[in-house]
């Protein structure tokens, strides 16, 4: 693995484990909203990985929807409906926001996404190894 890659995928790592953290501790607005910055930090550096990761293997893509696709392609992720609805979500969460929408992504968030990305974390992590 580059060091590029490893770069992105140990920053991933910990805004990942931090992101569980605030799954389990959201108690009250405050803390919900302070899981959803961590969520789109999350989310960030999940795409810019795998855009790393899919360039050592000879595939250029230069955003998260192309990125994701060609990540589902490749087996890097279990669900490619669940991650182009992430792009919705947090896009929608950057440049619109609604405190009930908001509401909805956390949940979405809570039940699907954290699992999305752990999954990808669990698959490079495991095809590194092997590399």
């Known amino acids: 693995m580059r060091e590029r890659v490893k770069k992105y995928f140990n920053d991933f790592e910990t805004a990942l484990r931090n992101l569980e953290a605030g ?4 108690k009250d607005d405050l803390d919900i909203d302070g899981t959803i910055k961590r969520f789109e930090l999350c989310y960030e550096l999940s795409w810019k990985l795998i855009k790393e990761y899919l360039a ?18 490749n087996d890097l992720l279990d669900s490619e409906e669940t991650w182009l609805k992430m ?23 809570k039940g699907s996404y954290v699992g999305s990305l ?14």
Do not use: W
């Not at 799954?23 to 959201?26: A, H, L, N, V």
């Open 23 to 26: 799954i389990e501790q959201s």
């Open 56 to 73: 050592d293997m000879g595939i250029i893509c230069n955003n998260p929807r192309d990125c994701f696709k060609s990540a589902f392609t």
């Open 118 to 131: 752990k999954y990808l974390y669990k698959v490079i992590q495991q095809k590194s190894a092997i590399e």
């Open 87 to 109: 792009i919705e979500d947090r896009n929608y969460l950057v440049h619109t926001y609604t405190f009930e929408k908001s509401r909805k992504t956390f949940e979405r968030i």
